[in-house]
């Protein structure tokens, strides 16, 4: 438990979570050391035909974008859980990483 507890407080005190929390989309996108190696992942995916990793990274933003909305503040009012919005994003996990799980060991190539 001990070593549990150094990773947690070593997180703390980088201020990780806070960092994901204020992270300026529009200058994250608009900023040229990010959007060009980022492009040139994509394309290298798409010239190797990877589109299995493409998916990947989209569902990343996508659940990213999610975890930032209006909806995903108000799961916890309180210090109280509300159980009637957690199914939804509980049931949309599932699914996420049911096509995930079906991407990489369902379907072969």
């Not at 990010?34 to 990877?50: E, N, R, S, T, W």
């Not at 990343?60 to 503040?73: Q, R, V």
Request: glycine content about 8%.
């Amino acid at each position: 438990m001990d070593f549990f507890t150094k990773i947690v407080e070593f997180i703390h005190s980088t201020q990780v979570l806070e960092q994901f929390k204020e992270v300026d989309v529009v200058g994250l996108f608009t900023n040229p050391w990010f959007l060009v190696p980022f492009i040139c992942l994509i394309g290298y995916m798409l010239y190797k035909q990877d589109f299995r990793e493409i998916i990947i990274i989209f569902i990343g933003f996508g659940c990213w974008h999610i975890s930032g909305t209006e909806y995903m503040h108000t799961l916890i009012v309180d210090d109280e859980i509300q159980l009637a919005k957690v199914l939804p994003v509980v049931f949309g996990a599932a699914c996420i990483l049911g096509v995930i799980i079906y991407m990489y060991f369902g379907k072969s190539d």
